[in-house]
Nanobody, 120 residues
Framework: QVQLVESGGGLVQAGGSLRLSCAAS????????MGWYRQGPGSQRDVVAT???????NYADSVKGRFTISRNNTKNTVYLQMNSLKPEDTGVYYC??????????????WGQGTLVTVSS
């Protein structure tokens, strides 16, 4: 089975930066999508950014221009570079991996989550 190990969360001031990493162990589908999702206080888990094994990226409107998702296919690792952080970026960030043939992240594998807190 696939396991996802996340790192990089923490406390940061507004305007600062963090870089999240998520490494997948075990076998994953060759054609896949990896992504980051967050759940803020009192909110649902929403997509932040995704990237396919072919390099296609998608971003939530709220993070466009500030966050960059990337991946290393050899290492099966996905990264999220977060710049110009805002307090509303606060939340638990979850990594996800799924086959491109599965209908959405809910059918994939989730990491344990890493907390990002942005202070004013």
């Amino acid at each position: 089975q696939v396991q996802l190990v996340e790192s990089g969360g923490g406390l940061v001031q507004a305007g600062g930066s963090l870089r999240l990493s998520c490494a997948a162990s075990g076998s994953i589908f060759r054609l896949n999508v990896m992504g980051w999702y967050r759940q803020g206080p009192g909110s649902q888990r929403d997509v932040v950014a995704t990237i396919s094994s072919g390099g296609t990226t998608n971003y939530a409107d709220s993070v466009k221009g500030r966050f960059t998702i990337s991946r290393n296919n050899t290492k099966n690792t996905v990264y999220l570079q977060m710049n110009s952080l805002k307090p509303e970026d606060t939340g638990v960030y979850y990594c996800n991996v799924r086959s491109i043939w599965t209908p959405g992240a809910g059918a994939g594998v989730w990491g344990q989550g890493t907390l990002v807190t942005v202070s004013s």
